[in-house]
């Protein structure tokens, strides 16, 4: 993947070389060119000066090759001025808006963009909502067979069956987050739009699990 970021604080600059550990191409937008300082010597990526909504500095920055955005800078109306320009401009559909205020964070999470509160936020947090489903899982038991992942639920699933969807997919759902509360499916609970499944699987399994996933149900 490329990723770019704008916002080279400590939040920024840990997730830009988390990004390149996992080899991944990587853009840093900051307005101060002192910042980049931050991304140590060992960073190969691009580093831009410059405002993360301005459209000719996105351009430098690599947008229109990109697979996801992360605006992480101190500034909420930065980070969602610049989220909505790479979401609606460029068609980004991986983009991630650091929000210091909880209650303008919900309102943006409602336009389709991924939205982390201060409380809450960790340079982990955000590297798991920019990379694909399946491509970081939240927890892994110690020995790296079990594995739990936030998956969020596709159109061809609504309607089906949680019992057909853990047979199909050879996982368990351990809880299913629906309309801000948490809960847990029984044989007769169906998929519902909206709904973020938290999956535990074999971390052999994953790739058949997510590969069922993104094809959809099979015919009964």
């Not at 991944?24 to 190969?44: C, K, Q, W, Y």
Request: hydrophobic share 40%.
């Amino acid at each position: 993947m490329h990723v770019v970021i704008m916002g080279c604080g400590r939040v920024g600059s840990t997730l830009a070389r988390s990004l390149e550990d996992r080899n991944h191409t990587v853009s840093v937008i900051d307005s101060e060119p002192d910042a980049f300082r931050r991304l140590g010597p060992g960073f190969n990526g691009d580093k831009v000066v410059g405002y993360g909504f301005d459209q000719q500095v996105l351009e430098r920055a690599g947008i229109r090759r990109a697979d996801a955005f992360a605006a992480v800078s101190s500034g909420d109306n930065s980070n969602i001025i610049s989220a909505r320009v790479a979401r609606e401009t460029f068609g980004i559909q991986q983009v991630v808006a650091r929000i210091y205020d909880p209650g303008r964070a919900e309102v943006y999470q409602r336009l389709g963009i991924t939205t982390v509160a201060t409380v809450k936020w960790t340079a982990d947090q955000v590297l798991r909502r920019l990379l694909p489903a399946g491509a970081e899982p939240n927890f892994r038991d110690p020995s790296g067979t079990i594995r739990l992942d936030q998956v969020p639920i596709t159109e061809q699933w609504v309607g089906q069956r949680t019992i057909d969807f853990q047979a199909q997919t050879r996982s368990r759902i351990a809880w299913i987050d629906r309309l801000g509360e948490g809960m847990l499916p029984n044989r007769d609970t169906v998929i519902q739009e909206g709904d973020l499944i938290h999956l535990v699987m074999r971390e052999d399994g994953a790739a058949h699990a997510f590969k069922v996933i993104d094809r959809g149900p099979e015919e009964a």
